[in-house]
């Protein structure tokens, strides 16, 4: 139980082109989705708290017109990160919390490698 | 201080050896503990949490929780080198808010043969 799953897990793109990574939780209803960036030796950076149905949170520093997030359903979150530049190449992953959690606890999707040209 | 705190490491220890890792948080009022491992190039991965003081065990896994010392620690016994990774601790801390959890930088551990 408590799979997440990420697409695609790997993008290479062009300098100002638009990329989508969708997350979803397979086996739970996740009320609340969580989105991370980590960059090479460093450790996870928080970038927003999504929440099904309504706008999504996003931590001190994040761009929201850059990073949008989209949490249309209990299962499913994406996140578009628009005129992507070469500074914004990282390891996006994301997380799910299970609504019927008790504890917070987040599972974690595979991540995503993006790669920008 | 930091939020969430850990040695960076390496901690090194011999296959079949006890290896210890320790965390300190800062908010007092934090409720859940969260061990995650993450292998180099993969994402985190959970393997246990504790919310009550004391000792809670899993397998090879034992976690330990000292709230008033602010402390909790993961022990792997019998160490194997598939063991070798980053350990991230993670806290849901009240003033955080909500169901956010705050990670610790994570300590490298590295089981030698």
């Known amino acids: 139980g408590a799979v997440v799953s990420q697409h695609p897990s790997r993008v290479i793109c062009k300098s100002g082109t638009s990329v989508k990574i969708e997350c979803r939780s397979l086996?739970?209803?996740?009320?609340?989705m969580f989105w991370y960036r980590q960059f090479p030796k460093q450790s996870l950076m928080l970038m927003a708290t999504?929440?099904?149905?309504?706008?999504?949170?996003?931590e001190q520093g994040v761009e929201k017109d850059k990073f949008l997030i989209n949490h249309a359903s209990l299962t499913l979150s994406t996140l578009t990160v628009t005129s992507a530049h070469p500074e914004d190449s990282s390891f996006y992953i994301c997380?799910?919390?299970?609504?019927?959690?008790?504890?917070?606890?987040?599972?974690f999707g595979p991540g995503t490698r993006l790669t920008v040209l | 201080q930091k939020e969430v705190e850990q040695n960076s490491g390496p901690l090194s220890v011999p296959e079949g050896a006890i290896a210890s890792l320790n965390c300190t948080y800062s908010?007092?009022?934090?409720?859940?503990f969260f061990w995650y491992r993450q292998y180099s190039g993969k994402s985190p991965e959970l393997i246990m949490f504790?919310?009550?003081?004391g000792d809670k065990e899993d397998g090879r896994f034992t976690a330990q929780l000292n709230k008033a010392s602010q402390y909790v620690s993961l022990l792997i016994r019998d160490s194997q080198p598939s063991d070798s990774a980053t350990y991230l601790c993670?806290?849901?801390?009240?003033?955080?808010?909500?169901?956010?959890?705050?990670f610790g930088t994570g300590t490298q551990l590295k089981v030698e043969l």
């Open positions: 993670a806290v849901n801390m009240v003033t955080g808010g909500g169901n956010k959890l705050t």
């Open positions: 999504s929440n099904e149905g309504s706008k999504a949170t996003y």
């Open positions: 086996d739970f209803q996740a009320t609340t």
């Open positions: 997380s799910a919390s299970p609504s019927s959690g008790v504890y917070n606890e987040q599972f």
């Open positions: 504790i919310y009550s003081n």
């Open positions: 908010d007092r009022g934090s409720q859940s």
